[in-house]
């Protein structure tokens, strides 16, 4: 029984953790809006659903219907993926 408990309270914090949301993005309605909050960064489209951000060479950027305009550093500091070109 002391093991179980102990188990218990050894994961119960682990999993907590674990289930922590991502940290939200700054989300624009256009590239314009978001250029001006990092100059310096590279703008991208992202789509929480999925947790992944496009670039505007990709056919998915702005496209899909889902998401907004963001800075490419705060999506890959809020955990999102690169999504496939």
Known sequence: M???LAA???SLPLAALCATP???VATFPDSA???IR???D???WFNPRKKVWYTSK????????VGGFACRGDV???GYKQGKE
């Open 58 to 65: 990709s056919r998915h950027f702005a496209n899909d219907g």
């Open 2 to 4: 002391r093991t179980l």
């Open 8 to 10: 218990l309270l050894v």
């Open 38 to 40: 990092c100059p310096q």
């Open 76 to 78: 890959a500091k809020a």
């Open 33 to 35: 809006q978001a250029q």
């Open 22 to 24: 991502a940290s939200k």
């Open 42 to 44: 590279a703008i991208v």
